[in-house]
């Protein structure tokens, strides 16, 4: 009787995760149906956000109630979103595999330890501790020094001309979105580089080769799936972070980037922005418009997470 109940409360427990997050995709969907039948596909690719004219009467189009002039396209939220994760992408992988590297292979125990639980620890700071850290250090030093610097030496690189701005923007996101994910990154692959067989390293080294070229020619090949898959979970993770993207973006509206200085907003930054002033709309569609973009994240981070685990899967099945 006892084994029956502790079944029953293991299976409960286990089902609970899987059965809350469908049940935020059902109530997100129900909750944002009617926002969905007015703004349709074009949703996606329009880009004109604007709440229409909350001091007229609503008007009724395409079966709902809506503000004189409402539109609804997040064009600009998908762009900033994509950008600001993948640039970010770009700025923590090389700097989480080199400390991984040096941190399991260059460090003794006694030293690696204590530098790789205070690397992990960066995973645990809240985001708006970051945020505040990039609004206070980052934006005013990138704006004031680095920035004009970069757009007037790197003019001719693509996306790195035009006006430096005043440190708000894509490439201060990036940044801050990248200490965020490296120590995700750095711990996996750390355990993964730890995993490899020291005659491998020491083989290398045999032949002449350095410390980064074993890096380069047989650690990553090893570990080439491990890296995709942690990638893809740290990619995950900067599509869905808010409260340091909205201290450090620049809060854009209906505007796309065109350099890397320029302010931009993600969905998730953007729903936090905007809910005061969607919660005036007497409709209701501005929120529910809201609650639209918090699914297609919501169905975006989880794909983006499957995808992730199943590599990460494959890649423990096959060592």
């Given at each position: 009787m006892k084994l029956s109940f502790f079944r029953f409360g293991l299976v409960g427990t286990a089902s609970f995760l899987p059965l809350s997050l469908i049940a935020l995709v059902v109530f997100l969907t129900l909750y944002?149906?009617?926002?969905?039948?007015?703004?349709?596909?074009?949703?996606?690719?329009?880009?004109?956000?604007?709440?229409?004219?909350?001091?007229?009467?609503?008007?009724?189009?395409?079966?709902?109630?809506?503000?004189?002039?409402?539109?609804?396209?997040?064009?600009?939220?998908?762009?900033?979103?994509?950008?600001?994760?993948?640039?970010?992408?770009?700025?923590?992988?090389?700097?989480?595999?080199?400390?991984?590297?040096?941190?399991?292979?260059?460090?003794?125990?006694?030293?690696?330890?204590?530098?790789?639980?205070?690397?992990?620890?960066?995973?645990?700071?809240?985001?708006?501790?970051?945020?505040?850290w990039g609004y206070a250090l980052l934006i005013p030093f990138l704006g004031q020094s680095v920035f004009p610097w970069l757009a007037s030496h790197l003019s001719f690189v693509p996306f790195f001309g035009g006006s430096p701005g005043s440190g708000y923007g894509l490439f201060t996101t990036a940044i801050v979105l990248a200490f965020m994910v490296i120590p995700l990154i750095s711990a996996t692959m750390r355990e993964g580089i730890s995993a490899i067989e020291p005659a491998l390293k020491e083989a290398g080294l045999?032949?002449?080769?350095?410390?980064?070229?074993?890096?380069?020619?047989?650690?990553l090949p090893k570990l080439k799936t491990t890296l995709v898959g942690v990638s893809i979970l740290a990619l995950g993770r900067a599509l869905g972070e808010t409260m340091a993207v909205v201290m450090v973006s620049g809060n854009a509206l209906n505007y796309l980037p065109n350099n890397i200085y320029t302010p931009?907003?993600?969905?998730?930054?953007?729903?936090?922005?905007?809910?005061?002033?969607?919660?005036?709309?007497?409709?209701?569609?501005?929120?529910?418009?809201?609650?639209?973009?918090?699914?297609?994240?919501?169905?975006?981070?989880?794909?983006?997470?499957?995808?992730?685990?199943?590599?990460?899967?494959?890649?423990?099945?096959?060592?």
């Open positions: 944002s149906w009617p926002a969905i039948q007015y703004n349709g596909l074009e949703f996606f690719w329009q880009n004109n956000w604007d709440l229409g004219n909350l001091y007229g009467n609503p008007v009724e189009i395409r079966g709902q109630q809506v503000m004189p002039g409402a539109s609804f396209g997040i064009w600009f939220l998908v762009v900033g979103t994509l950008a600001s994760a993948f640039l970010a992408l770009i700025f923590a992988l090389p700097i989480a595999v080199a400390t991984a590297y040096f941190l399991a292979e260059m460090l003794p125990k006694w030293l690696s330890g204590p530098l790789a639980l205070l690397v992990d620890l960066l995973a645990a700071i809240p985001s708006v501790v970051f945020g505040l045999g032949m002449g080769l350095n410390r980064l070229e074993v890096l380069w020619h047989i650690i931009i907003s993600t969905m998730a930054a953007f729903i936090v922005s905007q809910l005061e002033s969607a919660l005036q709309d007497p409709t209701n569609m501005a929120v529910e418009a809201l609650a639209e973009i918090a699914l297609v994240l919501l169905i975006l981070t989880v794909i983006v997470n499957i995808i992730a685990r199943l590599i990460l899967w494959g890649a423990k099945v096959r060592t």
